[in-house]
Every structure is written in C-alpha cells, then in structure tokens.
C-alpha cells in the first residue's frame, strides 16, 4: 500500500480551508473587507511556494493538488473582481458557486405560451396540436391553457394533453351585469362576451406574470394554427422587446395577408407597424405591469391601440403571416372582418430567424434603410396601379392625405380599409405596404410625417 505525502495531505487541507472560507466569503467579506482580501492573497501564496518546493516522489498526486490550487486561485481572483467593482450585486442571494460559474450569455429566458380557451371543443384541439407539433422545446416553451366558460367537453380535451401543458381555469364565471347598456338587447349576448373575454385576459396574463412568474408571454387564442416557424420568430425577435423601447409586441400577423398581397419570395421579410395585430404576439412583463391596473372591461384589443396605450409604440409583424384563424363561431363572428380573416396565407416555407440581423429593424435602422427609401419611389395615382399602368417601376407610392382617400385606396386594392386608434392596419408612420398584382405598392401619408393626429 502507498503511503501519501504528508506534504501532500498538508497541501489538501489549505485547499479545503479555502474552499471553506469561499462558501462563507460573504458573511467573512461584509464583517472583515480588507483582512479578508488580503488573508486570501497570503494563503494562495503560501501554498504556491510549499507546494513549489515540494520533493515528492508522487508527482501524480501533487500535480492533482497543484492544478487544485491553481483553481481556487482563480477563483478567488474572479470572486476580488466581482467584490472589488462593485457589480456582482444580483448574484449576492444565489449559491457561492454561481459567483464564479460562467453562464452561456446566449441562454434564452422561457416564454410562457398561454393558449387562451373558452367553449370551443374542436378548435382547441387542432390549436394545441399545431402548437405541440412545432415546438422545439417544452423548456423554452411551456403551454399554459387557461380555460374560462367552465366548458366540460373543452375542458376534457385540454386535460388529455396531460403534463404536456398546464391547465388553468378562470374561477370567476359569473355573468356580466349590463347596466349602460342595457336597451341594447339585440347584441348583449355579443356584448357579454367582451366584457368576459377582457376579464379573462386580464386574470389570464396576471396568472402568468405576477402567480407563475414568466418575463416573457406569447398570446395565442384557440383558434390558431401556427406555422412550421412560429416559434422560431418568437426566440429571434425576444431580445428586440428588450432592446429597442419603440417596440412593445411581436406579432406572428399580417392583416393584409392575402396570397395576393404577400410577396411569397420574400417570407423572411419583416415590419415595424404601429396596428397592434394581435392573433399570436408576445408581450413583456414590463407591458404588463404597465397596463395591468387599467385593463379596459372590454374590447381588451382596439383599447390597445388607442394612443394611451399604444403611446406612439410599434410592433413586429411579418410579410406572410406565422398564424392562421380557424374560427368562424365566436363573439365577433359574421363580421367583415371575420370573413377577410379566412383567405390569410399562413407560411408553409420555414425560415431559421436565428440567421437574420434583427438589428435592422430597430427605429432608427429601420427608418433610414425602409422609410426613407420608400418616400423617395415614383408616386402613381391608386387607379394606374389598379389598371397595371407603368408596369415597368416594379415598387411605387401611392400618397394619400384623409382618412377618405386611404380608405378609396385602400378599398381600389381590396385590402383592410378601417382605421382603429387613428391606425390603418399594418401601418407604419402611415405607411402600409403590400403586393398588387405582383407589384410592390406603398400608400404613404402627407410629409414631412407629424402623426397620426395629422392626417384628417
Ligand atoms: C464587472 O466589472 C469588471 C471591472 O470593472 C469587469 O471587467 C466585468 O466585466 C464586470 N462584470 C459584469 C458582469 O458586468
Ligand atoms: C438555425 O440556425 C442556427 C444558427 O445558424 C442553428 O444553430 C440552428 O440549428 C438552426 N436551426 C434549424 C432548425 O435549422
Ligand atoms: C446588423 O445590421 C446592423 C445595422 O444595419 C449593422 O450595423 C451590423 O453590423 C449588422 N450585424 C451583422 C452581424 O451583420
């Protein structure tokens, strides 16, 4: 049997001391700073100089405890920097170890995926499943459903997805009390159903946010299907929620959407648009806490877009939409624009956003390279555009200056024509850009731009 260096066995017990005295560095630093600072610098040196000095036969075990050494002395080092600068503030209440572990910068915080559901049986299942079936990780991607409208059926759809998601049911199911409104009995059942869809998404976010804790929410109704690369837009367009305070959602829609209005070689093309979409879009835990205590009692989604919410932000959409609604029964069913709804393209053709430079589409980016090219097109009145006049300037403008003329525009061009909060849809800084018979066209606003209260 081999008997161990007593140098050896001296040499582990300074390393040990250390380790001992890293674990209780904090209490040790607060209540003795510099005596500490320089105890650590006298050990380390100490036993550099024994272990250097060393004449063993062993050099198997005094290399282990040389390189040991050699660990804790960088260690202790990056711990003095930390300490000494100042800035290792939010890792005081973690275990010792994190102080020194490097973290992968790239790590992406989760996002929690709530799926909002109501009475719908069949939709939530085709929703659910597209989500599941596209979705790289349930780590970054947790699926919340939460569930208002105490449905049975839908209820047992959601609960034989089993620990795939988490199942979460609005405990306030009462019934609206109108009182305003009341002599309008032809719509109250439509009515009610706003109001409830607007408590249900303020307890819905709140669930998410402030009970589970999750920093970042994607929105999705149960109604969706999501697109081969939806969530790879999410994980991409994340950090720019941080980054860039001009943007506070991303959305996976675009309203005018049509095959015809989309151009289907360009599917990793992207827009700033001062419409919040909605249908698939994430959202901060900034926003929220934002608009958390004035959360409207109903129609949650035009309240968004009016400027004292919007407050002159935008959000991301793309060129060809990453959802498409399903739906034809719900509280807004029959409408005009349900009907548009159906005929959205949703991308068939994935694209990996991770490649793309989100950096352009940062405000003053995106201006310089988008805004101010397109104001600088040839113009070509709506009506040569319709008739496919000048086929040969291949990306045009089309100036409007009222709220009627867009409108004319826009109905010339079968694309959405209404305005909400002062917004066309999809416009940016009056903006709004789409495909005409294979031509890329601008309607552009009066300049030098003012805003939105601007136009008449
Ligand atoms: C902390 O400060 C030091 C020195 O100023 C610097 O080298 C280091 O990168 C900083 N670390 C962090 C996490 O900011
Ligand atoms: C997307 O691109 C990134 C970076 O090049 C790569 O790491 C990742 O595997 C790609 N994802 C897919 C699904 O191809
Ligand atoms: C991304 O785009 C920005 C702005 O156009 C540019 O400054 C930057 O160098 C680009 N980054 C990469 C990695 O291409």
Not at 399 to 428: C, L, Q, W
């Amino acid at each position: 049997m081999r008997i161990v260096s007593p140098y050896t066995v001296l040499g582990f017990v300074v390393v040990w001391t250390i380790v001992i005295l890293l674990a209780s560095r904090q209490f040790l630093f607060n209540a003795h700073q510099s005596w500490f600072q320089h105890e650590e610098q006298k050990m380390v040196q100490e036993l550099s100089v024994k272990l250097d000095n060393l004449d063993s036969r062993d050099t198997r075990q005094l290399n282990e405890v040389y390189a040991a050494v050699k660990r804790v002395e960088v260690m202790l080092h990056k711990i003095q920097e930390c300490l000494r600068s100042d800035n290792c503030s939010e890792k005081k209440n973690r275990p010792t170890r994190s102080a020194v572990t490097t973290q992968p910068a790239t790590i992406e915080p989760s996002v929690a995926v709530l799926v909002i559901a109501c009475n719908r049986d069949t939709y939530i299942r085709r929703t659910l499943d597209s989500l599941l079936k596209h979705r790289p990780s349930a780590g970054l991607f947790p699926i919340i459903v939460s569930q208002d409208c105490g449905h049975t059926p839908t209820a047992n759809v959601i609960s034989s997805y089993g620990n795939r998601l988490t199942h979460i049911k609005q405990p306030d199911l009462s019934d609206i009390v109108l009182t305003k409104e009341k002599k309008d009995i032809k719509n109250m059942k439509a009515l009610k159903g706003y109001y409830k869809i607007s408590r249900h998404y303020r307890w819905a976010l709140g669930q998410v946010f402030d009970e589970m804790g999750y920093n970042y929410v994607l929105v999705v109704e149960d109604d969706l299907e999501v697109a081969p690369d939806f969530f790879s837009y999410f994980s991409a367009l994340q950090r720019l929620l941080d980054r860039d305070p001009t943007i506070w959602c991303i959305s996976a829609w675009n309203d005018n959407g049509k095959p015809d209005n989309v151009d289907l070689q360009s599917n990793a093309k992207l827009y700033r648009s001062d419409f919040f979409p909605g249908l698939g879009w994430m959202m901060t835990r900034r926003l929220w806490k934002e608009l958390q205590p004035k959360w409207p009692e109903k129609y949650w989604d035009d309240w968004m877009r009016e400027p004292a919410q919007r407050q002159g932000r935008s959000c991301i959409r793309p060129e060809i939409s990453r959802t498409i609604t399903f739906g034809d029964k719900g509280v807004s069913a029959g409408q005009f624009y349900r009907q548009h709804l159906q005929y959205i393209k949703l991308n068939s053709d994935p694209v990996n956003f991770s490649k793309l430079n989100m950096s352009q589409l940062q405000e003053a980016e995106y201006d310089r390279l988008f805004l101010d090219r397109v104001l600088a097109l040839p113009s070509l009145a709506v009506t040569d555009v319709v008739n496919q006049r000048r086929p040969e300037l291949r990306e045009v403008q089309v100036t409007y200056s009222t709220h009627k003329e867009f409108e004319a525009n826009a109905k010339k061009m079968k694309i959405m024509f209404d305005f909400r909060g002062g917004v066309p849809r999809t416009a940016y800084k009056g903006v709004v850009s789409l495909m005409y018979k294979g031509r890329r066209v601008h309607l552009t606003p009066p300049q030098p731009w003012t805003g939105y209260d601007s136009i008449s």
